[in-house]
């Protein structure tokens, strides 16, 4: 018997190394091991020898069967090692690009407007929209612009024909006309006949002038408008907003100053300089960047608030305009060629 | 509006520097858009002086030294100078060491090739005052030696160019910006003297029997005076340089003292030989259709009956407040002259002047609303100057028609509305002091019961924007200074509402989209109409074109966002730049049944990747976009993948035919398209490859913020039985319908004994070992129960009547 145990040891120690896969392993195993092992078959004699020799016949067999397992669990570690390394591969090599296109990026108008979006939504304001399809009430009558107002004209806003109807777009009267919005204080007026006050809205949007195509004119662009209304609203907080807008923007050395001007929507109106000479090709100390006023009686008037009792303000921008300003871009084109070289620079 | 400072000192003293007065203009409301300089600046130490002797530079050919006397101002100086075209006893401008010439150029002593220079001759333009430097500046009229050169040239003049908002027609005038200018610095504004109060000799029917107006509502007010034995002539240099100053171009007295005087008050004069005037009748009257007048720009005009115009008993001879005709205007031989002066209504000038394409100082200023107050005084003032500069005599009494309503418009206001719209405190007195510069007279001031002051504020008749309290509020604040708003922290309460739903959903889509690695794209929504007629329908393109397009190829609304995609990506592939996959969000319209919708949209294209890789990935196809769009209607709540498939159809030409498909309908608030684009049309554009794409439309109003809220299904924690099942089917058969159909009969076959959790397709199989026209879709069945391990035995029981109940229905086949 011991020389058996030894015989097969041995037979063992020399077969299990060389072990190439694991079918072979589990064959092998068996033909220990398993039920019909040769192991196994001398285990099984134990039964017919004399019982005082049991002790140390048993005690042979334990030796060895403690031999013969780490045999077979070093045969199986090597194997699943083996088998782990061959699921790899060779080695990558890290410096290759990935061949995977992307990433994608978001349009710098879009970044630009949501960013300003963020910096209202921080003061409450929520972002409001509507409809580039107006009516003349939406975009001019409810906005204290007069009937024969050169902005009206046919020369600067497009128009469309009297026959056409939109489906979705509600008019105030039969027999006004359907055009495209001049600006995005359309919104304004039909966030207020929605709604009552106080009311907070930024409305960022694409808007349309019938104008040349140039370096800084483009037909469509986008434009963001601000409007506040509540009770005892001041010129002071108006500033006190561009101010904060700015300089959220754009750093704390930001300032605004405000110049008198006039639009027919807000009293009294200002147009809004801003000095960031921080900027690079910021080559003037003032930059006119949008125009804002509080909001005028009469537009109250319009959507039916009392304007004895309410008040508020507005502020609008060129979106195109800031976004030249903020990453350094001199043709207002580039916006809409949509070159990936342009596009990508945005990441 | 060109504004010129000498002239504007008539009024008020401005001795403050051109930045200042600058920055005033700016913060009363006038935007500055340039400052231009004109005439001789300020220039020390140039004198006039006379060459004595002039010899060739000893070491250069063109070079000349002279002696030149200035005279008390320095004696006799010896100067090198490379002019050529003055001689000896010639007086010219000379610099002597110590000036400084326009340029920052300062003249020193200096050797020039050896010879010691003591200053120099100038040339115009070197002292600034001209363009040209053919030479020197020759003196003709031989000023005395030593008479600094600012005393004989052309005083220098500082010119403002404003832009006047048009709410503010009375700036449109020196006196106007100058009561501006002296409210700001608090200065005293005087008006000019005049000196005509009114004729009173006789009337004189030989030179105007009277004037007729027929049109009262255009024409509220006409004013003639007659003016006998007046000589025209150039005017005086003052007023020359005045009228230069500001752009225009000095004619003659009569006709520069009408503009000068509509440039100092804003209102427009006219001025006739009354020779000229047939039948010596004024008719202001409406023009006969197709009347012609031949304008002062030598252009003729064809009028229309809406035109107004001054006539005579023959014939037509202004275009009321646009511009004067050729046959009645002011010349060299002219002795008598009649001065209109009048109102006109400004609607009727701009339709005027629209309507001729034709427009002037004059009709500018009438569309933006002319003092009709003034008008008689700025018709005496130009008497006085056509006097002074023409001499001649004014007679007759004046031929006035339709008169002055007498003006009074008050607006009560008190301070403390002031203090509470501006959110900041400005003294009682200090706005008191804006008001009367303003000639904003206070006629009233009260204390109410309450102990608050109160004022009642008269507004002057050039006026007409001041209306309402606010209305002075800004002046009060013009006036203390934009500058001077105190800073405050914003006041922010907390955000009740959200953003629109439509924000959301664009704001949603755009980020799904970029992590996908799409670049967004922005185009322009219009779009050339053989482009929306192509890709749309004739019908839309009819529907969507605007009725005053710019230009032709921005004619038409867009009805699909496709086409400005497909434009960049072109736009890539022309200039060499790799790019695959782009989208963007926008509005579109679409025409359905003969209206169009606005719709909120989203849309992206895939094309081949043309960028050289080391490793290929697998190209995008169908099924990606089918993806991408199912993905981009659920950021609208809709579930794409259960709503029934079918092709494009409609207005939407654009999709290539069995490899495309749509989803939902516009009537019914959605719809989305995906699939390949028509590969002819997008080879028409001018595009490489095949292009897949998507898009996704949705009525806004059918965007809603409400969401439902999700609920947990239970699932089984025990293990689930798979069985396979292929089924050959007919070749057109669409899958989903076979999968459907299986799942039906799956679970009846299992009834409530366990569940049939999903009948999934994994494989579609056409060709070799199948009929023709025949397809195999192999389906994998996964059966699970709630509460234990199914036993293998139930499970082929069902699996076995399923097959059974398929070969009974007998429309497909099992694969064996």
Known sequence: MESQLSALLAKAQAEFPTLATRPDFEAAKARYVGPNGEFTALMKQMGSVPKEQRPAIGKLINEAKGKLQPLLDAALARLEQAELAAQLGPAVDPTLPSPDIGPGTFHPLTLVREEMCSILRKVGFVVADGPEVETEYYCFDALNTPADHPARDAQDTFYLPDTVRFGNVSKKTAEEKYLLRTHTSSVQIRTMLKGQPPIRIVSPGRVYRRDTSDATHSANFHQLECLYVDKNVTVRDLKALLDYIFASLLGKDTKTRFRPHYFGYTEPSFEVDLSAKHLPKVNKEWIEIGGCGMVDPTVFDAVGYDSTVWSGYAFGMGIERLAMLLYGIDDIRYFYQNDARFLKQFA | ?816
Not at chain 2, 745 to 769: P, T, W
Not at chain 2, 781 to 805: C, G, H
Request: aromatic share 6%; charged share 25%.
């Open chain 2, 1 to 816: 509006m060109k504004v010129s400072l000498n002239w504007l000192k008539d009024y008020v003293q401005l001795d403050a520097p051109i930045e200042e007065i600058s920055r005033a203009v700016t913060f009363v409301g006038l935007e500055v858009e340039g400052i231009i300089r004109t005439g001789a600046p300020k220039l020390e130490n140039v004198f006039v002086g006379e060459v004595l002797t002039r010899d060739k530079h000893p070491n250069a050919d063109k070079l000349s030294v002279c002696t030149v006397d200035v005279g008390p101002a320095g004696g006799v100086k010896t100067i090198v100078c490379g002019a050529q075209n003055y001689k000896v006893g010639d007086r010219v401008p000379v610099a002597l060491p110590g000036a400084a010439l326009p340029g920052d150029f300062v003249i020193k002593q200096a050797k020039v090739r050896g010879q010691l220079s003591d200053g120099m001759m100038c040339s115009a333009k070197e002292l600034g005052v001209a363009e040209d430097a053919a030479g020197l500046l020759i003196l003709t009229d031989r000023p005395a030696l030593g008479t600094p050169i600012n005393e004989i040239l052309p005083p220098g003049d500082t010119v403002i160019d404003i832009e006047v908002t048009p709410n503010r027609p009375d700036c449109l005038s020196h006196l106007g910006v100058a009561r501006e200018l002296a409210a700001w610095f608090k200065k005293d504004f005087v008006y000019p003297e005049i000196k005509f109060q009114g004729a009173v000799s006789a009337a004189r029917p030989e030179l105007l029997q009277g004037v007729r107006v027929e049109a009262p509502e255009d024409c509220p007010l006409y004013s003639a005076h007659i003016v006998t034995g007046v000589k025209v002539c150039p005017s005086p240099a003052w007023l020359q340089d005045r009228l230069r100053a500001i752009g225009l171009r000095p004619i003659n007295n009569i006709v520069d003292v009408t503009n000068y005087v509509m440039f100092e008050y804003g209102q427009p004069l006219h001025a006739f030989d009354a020779k000229k005037i047939a039948g010596n009748r004024i008719v202001v009257r409406r023009a006969n259709d197709g009347e012609k007048i031949v304008t002062l720009d030598g252009k003729e005009r064809t009028l229309s009956s809406r035109t107004l115009v001054i006539a005579d008993t023959q014939k037509p001879l202004v275009v009321a407040g646009v511009m004067g005709g050729e046959n009645s205007g002011v010349d060299d031989t002219t002795t008598d002259i009649v001065l209109e002066a009048a109102h006109f209504r400004r609607q009727s000038v701009r339709w005027t002047s629209k309507h001729l394409g034709l427009s002037s100082d004059s009709s500018y200023r009438y569309e933006r609303g002319v003092d009709p107050h003034s008008t008689i005084e700025a018709a005496r003032r130009a008497l006085d100057l056509i006097v002074a500069t023409g001499g001649g005599q004014i007679v007759g009494p004046i031929h006035q028609e339709g008169g002055d309503k007498p003006w009074l418009r008050e607006i009560v206001l008190t301070p403390d509305y002031v203090r509470a719209k501006l959110g900041f405190d400005i003294a009682d007195a200090e706005m008191k002091t804006t008001f009367e510069a303003l000639e904003l007279s206070i006629t009233r001031d009260e204390k109410l019961a309450d102990g608050s002051v109160q004022w009642t504020v008269a507004v002057p008749s050039w006026r007409d924007d001041l209306d309402r309290p606010i209305d002075l509020v800004e002046e009060v604040l013009r006036h203390y200074g934009t500058e001077r708003i105190p800073a405050a922290v914003v006041q922010a309460p907390g955000l009740t509402a959200n953003d629109d739903p439509i924000v959301q959903f664009n704001r949603r889509v755009a980020t799904k989209l970029v992590g996908h690695d799409f670049h967004e794209c922005i185009t322009y929504t219009l779009r050339p109409e053989k482009e929306v007629a192509t890709w749309a329908s004739q019908t839309a393109a009819a529907e969507l074109r605007l009725s005053n397009p710019f230009i032709e190829d921005q004619s038409h609304l867009r009805p699909t966002l496709m086409l400005g995609l497909l434009e960049s990506l072109r736009l890539n592939q022309s200039r060499g730049v790799a790019v695959s996959r782009l989208f963007e969000v926008g509005r579109i319209f679409v025409e359905r049944n003969g209206q169009n919708l606005e719709c909120a949209a989203v849309a992206f294209i895939i094309a081949e990747d043309q960028e050289r890789r080391w490793k290929q990935r697998e190209s995008a196809d169908f099924y990606t976009a089918k993806k991408l769009t199912a993905e981009l209607a659920a950021a609208a709540g809709i579930d794409f993948t259960r709503q029934p498939l079918g092709p494009v159809m409609g207005n939407e030409m654009g999709w290539q035919a069995d490899h495309s498909c749509s989803a939902g309908d516009l009537q019914h608030g959605w719809m989305a398209h995906c699939g390949l684009l028509n590969l002819a049309m997008v080879k028409s554009m001018g595009i490489e490859g095949k292009i897949y794409g998507g898009l996704f439309a949705i009525l806004p109003e059918k965007v809603t913020a409400e969401s439902t809220r999700l609920r947990y299904t239970p699932f089984s924690l025990f293990p689930a039985a798979l069985r396979d099942l292929a089924l050959v089917v007919e070749a057109h058969t669409p899958a989903d319908e076979v999968r459907k159909q299986l799942a039906k009969i799956a679970r009846a076959a299992v009834g409530n004994v366990f569940a049939l959790e999903n009948v999934q397709i994994f494989d579609v199989y056409q060709g070799k070992g199948l009929p023709e026209g025949k397809k195999s879709l192999a389906f994998s069945l996964v059966f699970r129960a709630a509460d234990r391990t199914l036993k293998d035995d139930e499970v082929n029981a069902v699996f076995l009547k399923i097959q059974d109940e398929i070969a009974k229905a007998g429309t497909y086949q099992i694969r064996k």
